[in-house]
């Protein structure tokens, strides 16, 4: 059974950081890739990034470019999300995912398996 658990969020001033780790357990499976995709209130669920597990390529969404980065470790079994420079509307609950896929997608209805979501709140 997968279980992905997301860790890290908070309150944070705007202009600050946060890292978010998402540890994955039960990954029966050797191809696959793990995204982060955030859901503000009274919006859609919106893709952040994501990373192939085997390659490592990674897919990023213009509106974190070169604020967020997503990382990797295999022998934890966790992806990391750095979030720097953090706007208000940043704000959101941030999921963490698995596709059953060596390539990554930004379409969240492509990911197979979810974790319960952490808060982040960004302050002005």
């Known amino acids: 059974q997968v279980q992905l658990v997301e860790s890290g969020g908070g309150l944070v001033q705007a202009g600050g950081s946060l890292r978010l780790s998402c540890a994955a357990s039960?990954?029966?499976?050797?191809?696959?890739?793990m995204g982060w995709f955030r859901q503000a209130p009274g919006k859609e669920r919106e893709f952040v990034q994501a990373i192939s597990w085997r390659y490592g390529s990674i897919i990023y969404a213009d509106s974190v470019k070169g604020r967020f980065t997503i990382s990797r470790d295999n022998a934890r079994n966790t992806v990391y999300l750095q979030m720097n420079s953090l706007k208000p509307e940043d704000t959101a609950v941030y999921y963490c995912?698995?596709?059953?896929?060596?390539?990554?997608?930004?379409?969240?209805?492509?990911?197979?398996?979810w974790g319960q979501g952490t808060q982040v709140t960004v302050s002005s």
């Open positions: 995912a698995v596709r059953r896929s060596t390539w990554p997608s930004k379409n969240s209805s492509e990911y197979d398996y």
């Open positions: 039960g990954l029966a499976f050797s191809d696959y890739s």
